[in-house]
Protein backbone atom coordinates (compact mmCIF):
# COMPACT_ATOMS: atom_id res chain seq x y z
CA UNK A 1 0.00 0.00 0.00
CA UNK A 2 1.16 2.92 -0.92
CA UNK A 3 0.97 5.56 1.78
CA UNK A 4 2.54 8.76 3.66
CA UNK A 5 -0.30 9.02 5.74
CA UNK A 6 0.73 7.84 9.95
CA UNK A 7 -1.91 8.65 12.56
CA UNK A 8 -1.00 8.61 15.83
CA UNK A 9 -1.78 6.11 18.52
CA UNK A 10 -3.99 8.46 20.04
CA UNK A 11 -5.83 9.00 16.89
CA UNK A 12 -5.93 6.04 15.44
CA UNK A 13 -7.60 4.62 18.32
CA UNK A 14 -9.90 7.55 18.80
CA UNK A 15 -11.13 7.31 14.90
CA UNK A 16 -11.38 3.21 15.13
CA UNK A 17 -13.78 3.98 18.22
CA UNK A 18 -15.63 6.32 15.87
CA UNK A 19 -15.89 3.66 13.12
CA UNK A 20 -16.87 0.80 15.76
CA UNK A 21 -19.54 3.26 16.57
CA UNK A 22 -20.82 3.56 13.49
CA UNK A 23 -20.37 -0.21 12.81
CA UNK A 24 -22.66 -1.49 15.44
CA UNK A 25 -25.47 1.20 14.83
CA UNK A 26 -25.69 0.53 11.27
CA UNK A 27 -24.66 -2.88 10.87
CA UNK A 28 -22.60 -2.03 7.78
CA UNK A 29 -20.64 -4.73 6.16
CA UNK A 30 -17.44 -2.28 5.84
CA UNK A 31 -16.23 1.59 6.51
CA UNK A 32 -13.08 2.96 5.18
CA UNK A 33 -11.59 6.30 5.59
CA UNK A 34 -9.31 7.91 3.66
CA UNK A 35 -8.47 10.98 2.27
CA UNK A 36 -9.29 12.83 -0.70
CA UNK A 37 -6.20 11.55 -2.58
CA UNK A 38 -7.41 8.26 -2.11
CA UNK A 39 -4.96 7.21 0.93
CA UNK A 40 -6.56 4.99 3.53
CA UNK A 41 -6.47 5.68 6.85
CA UNK A 42 -8.21 3.52 8.85
CA UNK A 43 -11.05 0.44 8.15
CA UNK A 44 -13.29 -1.04 10.13
CA UNK A 45 -15.36 -4.40 9.54
CA UNK A 46 -15.11 -7.11 7.05
CA UNK A 47 -12.57 -6.74 4.22
CA UNK A 48 -12.26 -10.37 2.66
CA UNK A 49 -14.32 -9.61 -0.74
CA UNK A 50 -12.51 -6.13 -0.82
CA UNK A 51 -9.39 -4.45 -1.51
CA UNK A 52 -9.82 -1.49 0.53
CA UNK A 53 -6.93 0.66 -1.12
CA UNK A 54 -8.84 -0.32 -4.52
CA UNK A 55 -11.91 1.02 -3.12
CA UNK A 56 -10.44 4.10 -1.25
CA UNK A 57 -9.20 5.32 -5.01
CA UNK A 58 -11.96 4.58 -6.67
CA UNK A 59 -14.13 6.68 -3.83
CA UNK A 60 -11.93 9.16 -3.89
CA UNK A 61 -12.29 9.48 -7.97
CA UNK A 62 -15.92 9.02 -7.37
CA UNK A 63 -16.16 12.19 -5.08
CA UNK A 64 -14.09 14.49 -7.03
CA UNK A 65 -16.38 13.88 -9.80
CA UNK A 66 -19.71 14.21 -7.76
CA UNK A 67 -18.34 17.63 -6.00
CA UNK A 68 -17.09 18.93 -9.81
CA UNK A 69 -20.49 17.61 -10.99
CA UNK A 70 -21.83 19.58 -8.03
CA UNK A 71 -20.20 22.62 -8.50
CA UNK A 72 -21.43 22.65 -12.78
CA UNK A 73 -25.08 22.69 -11.57
CA UNK A 74 -24.53 25.44 -9.14
CA UNK A 75 -24.36 23.64 -5.88
CA UNK A 76 -21.97 26.08 -3.36
CA UNK A 77 -21.49 22.87 -1.12
CA UNK A 78 -19.78 20.42 -3.58
CA UNK A 79 -18.38 18.01 -0.70
CA UNK A 80 -21.75 16.50 0.43
CA UNK A 81 -22.32 13.06 -0.11
CA UNK A 82 -23.88 10.09 -2.34
CA UNK A 83 -25.38 7.33 -2.39
CA UNK A 84 -24.81 3.84 -4.67
CA UNK A 85 -28.01 1.76 -4.35
CA UNK A 86 -27.16 -1.04 -5.28
CA UNK A 87 -29.06 -4.72 -5.47
CA UNK A 88 -26.94 -7.06 -2.62
CA UNK A 89 -24.81 -4.10 -1.75
CA UNK A 90 -25.18 -0.12 -0.87
CA UNK A 91 -22.20 2.14 -0.90
CA UNK A 92 -22.42 5.43 1.06
CA UNK A 93 -19.67 8.44 0.60
CA UNK A 94 -19.62 11.01 2.48
CA UNK A 95 -16.97 14.60 2.90
CA UNK A 96 -15.51 14.77 5.86
CA UNK A 97 -14.27 18.27 6.04
CA UNK A 98 -14.12 18.42 2.60
CA UNK A 99 -10.28 16.36 2.93
CA UNK A 100 -11.71 13.29 3.83
CA UNK A 101 -14.15 10.90 3.12
CA UNK A 102 -15.83 8.05 4.75
CA UNK A 103 -16.48 4.96 2.57
CA UNK A 104 -19.26 2.99 3.96
CA UNK A 105 -20.33 -0.39 2.15
CA UNK A 106 -23.88 -1.95 3.70
CA UNK A 107 -26.64 -4.60 2.55
CA UNK A 108 -28.85 -2.85 0.31
CA UNK A 109 -31.97 -3.76 2.61
CA UNK A 110 -30.55 -1.65 5.02
CA UNK A 111 -32.44 1.59 5.53
CA UNK A 112 -31.09 4.61 4.06
CA UNK A 113 -31.92 6.84 6.36
CA UNK A 114 -30.59 4.41 9.12
CA UNK A 115 -26.76 4.52 7.35
CA UNK A 116 -27.74 8.87 6.54
CA UNK A 117 -28.24 9.36 10.33
CA UNK A 118 -25.09 7.39 11.83
CA UNK A 119 -22.94 8.47 8.84
CA UNK A 120 -23.53 12.18 9.65
CA UNK A 121 -23.42 11.73 13.09
CA UNK A 122 -19.62 9.78 12.29
CA UNK A 123 -18.99 12.59 10.16
CA UNK A 124 -19.31 14.96 12.38
CA UNK A 125 -17.62 13.37 14.83
CA UNK A 126 -14.61 13.07 12.69
CA UNK A 127 -14.54 16.54 11.62
CA UNK A 128 -12.29 17.51 14.81
CA UNK A 129 -9.98 14.42 14.79
CA UNK A 130 -9.31 15.00 10.88
CA UNK A 131 -8.41 18.54 11.49
CA UNK A 132 -6.10 17.52 14.38
CA UNK A 133 -4.70 15.53 11.87
CA UNK A 134 -4.01 17.85 9.45
CA UNK A 135 -2.38 20.35 11.86
CA UNK A 136 0.13 17.02 12.90
CA UNK A 137 0.69 17.05 9.10
CA UNK A 138 1.89 20.66 9.33
CA UNK A 139 -0.83 21.52 6.58
CA UNK A 140 -4.16 20.42 4.60
CA UNK A 141 -3.51 17.95 2.64
CA UNK A 142 -4.39 18.91 -1.01
CA UNK A 143 -5.88 17.06 -4.16
CA UNK A 144 -3.08 17.06 -5.96
CA UNK A 145 -3.80 15.19 -9.69
CA UNK A 146 -0.68 13.69 -10.27
CA UNK A 147 -0.77 12.06 -6.39
CA UNK A 148 -4.70 11.05 -7.31
CA UNK A 149 -3.65 9.71 -10.58
CA UNK A 150 -0.77 7.85 -9.48
CA UNK A 151 -2.48 6.44 -6.74
CA UNK A 152 -5.39 5.15 -8.52
CA UNK A 153 -3.30 4.08 -12.04
CA UNK A 154 -1.23 1.67 -9.50
CA UNK A 155 -4.18 0.22 -8.33
CA UNK A 156 -6.13 -0.15 -11.27
CA UNK A 157 -2.47 -1.53 -12.51
CA UNK A 158 -2.90 -4.66 -9.81
CA UNK A 159 -6.57 -5.20 -10.65
CA UNK A 160 -5.81 -5.81 -14.38
CA UNK A 161 -2.75 -7.58 -13.49
CA UNK A 162 -2.55 -10.71 -15.89
CA UNK A 163 -5.23 -9.75 -18.60
CA UNK B 1 -28.38 -14.14 5.03
CA UNK B 2 -29.83 -11.98 8.15
CA UNK B 3 -27.85 -9.07 10.32
CA UNK B 4 -27.71 -8.58 13.86
CA UNK B 5 -30.78 -5.66 14.46
CA UNK B 6 -28.91 -2.57 15.05
CA UNK B 7 -29.11 -0.85 18.32
CA UNK B 8 -32.34 1.25 16.81
CA UNK B 9 -33.99 -1.52 15.79
CA UNK B 10 -33.70 -3.30 19.10
CA UNK B 11 -35.50 -0.23 20.87
CA UNK B 12 -38.06 -0.21 18.42
CA UNK B 13 -38.81 -3.89 19.29
CA UNK B 14 -38.70 -3.29 23.24
CA UNK B 15 -41.14 -0.08 22.18
CA UNK B 16 -43.43 -2.40 19.82
CA UNK B 17 -43.41 -5.30 22.58
CA UNK B 18 -44.30 -2.90 25.52
CA UNK B 19 -47.18 -1.12 24.15
CA UNK B 20 -48.45 -4.13 22.26
CA UNK B 21 -48.95 -1.67 18.37
CA UNK B 22 -49.51 -2.85 15.30
CA UNK B 23 -46.27 -0.76 13.73
CA UNK B 24 -43.36 0.99 15.10
CA UNK B 25 -41.30 3.58 12.67
CA UNK B 26 -38.25 5.73 13.28
CA UNK B 27 -38.42 8.28 10.24
CA UNK B 28 -36.19 11.84 9.06
CA UNK B 29 -38.39 14.29 9.16
CA UNK B 30 -37.67 14.37 5.30
CA UNK B 31 -39.58 11.12 4.60
CA UNK B 32 -36.68 8.36 4.90
CA UNK B 33 -37.36 5.29 6.99
CA UNK B 34 -34.54 4.63 9.35
CA UNK B 35 -35.93 1.86 11.43
CA UNK B 36 -38.80 0.09 11.57
CA UNK B 37 -40.31 -3.36 13.06
CA UNK B 38 -41.65 -5.55 10.54
CA UNK B 39 -45.37 -5.61 10.17
CA UNK B 40 -47.98 -5.27 7.31
CA UNK B 41 -46.86 -1.81 6.59
CA UNK B 42 -44.64 -0.71 3.93
CA UNK B 43 -42.06 1.15 6.15
CA UNK B 44 -41.08 3.31 2.86
CA UNK B 45 -44.59 4.63 2.61
CA UNK B 46 -45.08 5.03 6.63
CA UNK B 47 -41.93 7.04 6.96
CA UNK B 48 -43.20 8.93 3.96
CA UNK B 49 -46.43 9.83 5.12
CA UNK B 50 -45.60 10.68 8.87
CA UNK B 51 -43.38 13.05 7.60
CA UNK B 52 -45.87 14.66 5.40
CA UNK B 53 -47.89 15.10 8.78
CA UNK B 54 -45.17 16.16 9.91
CA UNK B 55 -45.09 19.17 7.43
CA UNK B 56 -48.28 19.68 7.66
CA UNK B 57 -48.60 19.97 11.56
CA UNK B 58 -45.28 22.15 11.30
CA UNK B 59 -47.35 24.66 9.01
CA UNK B 60 -50.45 24.80 11.32
CA UNK B 61 -48.63 25.54 14.63
CA UNK B 62 -46.56 28.36 12.19
CA UNK B 63 -49.89 29.99 11.05
CA UNK B 64 -51.81 29.36 14.38
CA UNK B 65 -48.93 30.41 16.99
CA UNK B 66 -48.60 27.60 18.80
CA UNK B 67 -45.79 25.89 20.49
CA UNK B 68 -43.48 23.23 19.47
CA UNK B 69 -45.31 20.19 18.25
CA UNK B 70 -44.88 17.28 20.64
CA UNK B 71 -47.17 14.79 18.79
CA UNK B 72 -49.85 14.49 15.87
CA UNK B 73 -52.76 12.24 16.25
CA UNK B 74 -55.03 10.53 13.66
CA UNK B 75 -57.87 8.40 14.96
CA UNK B 76 -59.73 5.65 12.69
CA UNK B 77 -63.50 5.04 13.33
CA UNK B 78 -62.23 1.28 15.01
CA UNK B 79 -60.03 3.56 17.39
CA UNK B 80 -57.02 3.02 16.18
CA UNK B 81 -54.48 5.62 16.37
CA UNK B 82 -51.36 6.44 14.51
CA UNK B 83 -49.08 8.45 16.43
CA UNK B 84 -46.04 10.70 15.60
CA UNK B 85 -43.96 11.93 18.31
CA UNK B 86 -40.91 14.30 17.16
CA UNK B 87 -38.03 14.71 18.65
CA UNK B 88 -35.00 16.43 17.28
CA UNK B 89 -31.38 14.76 18.58
CA UNK B 90 -27.95 16.90 17.68
CA UNK B 91 -30.28 18.90 14.71
CA UNK B 92 -31.39 16.02 13.60
CA UNK B 93 -35.23 15.87 13.15
CA UNK B 94 -37.02 12.66 13.80
CA UNK B 95 -40.42 11.51 13.82
CA UNK B 96 -40.95 8.39 15.96
CA UNK B 97 -44.84 6.91 14.34
CA UNK B 98 -46.69 4.32 16.25
CA UNK B 99 -50.18 2.47 14.89
CA UNK B 100 -51.71 2.20 18.66
CA UNK B 101 -54.70 -0.80 19.18
CA UNK B 102 -58.12 1.15 20.58
CA UNK B 103 -57.79 1.50 24.23
CA UNK B 104 -53.87 0.73 24.45
CA UNK B 105 -51.67 3.66 26.42
CA UNK B 106 -48.66 4.94 24.43
CA UNK B 107 -46.83 8.15 26.08
CA UNK B 108 -45.16 5.98 28.30
CA UNK B 109 -43.45 3.74 26.59
CA UNK B 110 -42.78 6.11 23.34
CA UNK B 111 -41.59 8.71 26.11
CA UNK B 112 -39.14 6.22 27.01
CA UNK B 113 -38.09 5.32 23.51
CA UNK B 114 -37.13 8.99 22.94
CA UNK B 115 -35.06 8.85 25.63
CA UNK B 116 -33.40 5.97 24.53
CA UNK B 117 -33.14 7.08 21.22
CA UNK B 118 -31.70 10.50 22.23
CA UNK B 119 -29.39 8.43 24.40
CA UNK B 120 -28.20 6.29 21.08
CA UNK B 121 -27.45 9.24 19.19
CA UNK B 122 -25.79 12.09 22.14
Partial sequence: MR????????????????????????????????????????????????????????????????????????????????????????????????????????????????????????????????????????????????????????????????? | MATEPTPLDQILYTLNDAGQFKASVLAATDGLSIATVHSGYNSDTTAAMVALLQKVAREAQGELGMAKVDEVTIRDRDCTRLVCRYLSVEGEGLILAVVVPSGHPYRHVTNRAIRQIRQLLS
Fill in chain 1, 3 to 163: TNLTLSADLAEQIERILVDLQRNTQAECILLADVSGQLLSTQGQMQEIDPVLVAALAAGDMAAMAELARQVGEENSHGSFLHEGENKSIYLLSVASSFILIVIFRADTPVGLMRLFGRHAADQLHPLTAEFEDSMGQPHQVSDTEFGATLTEELDKVFAGL
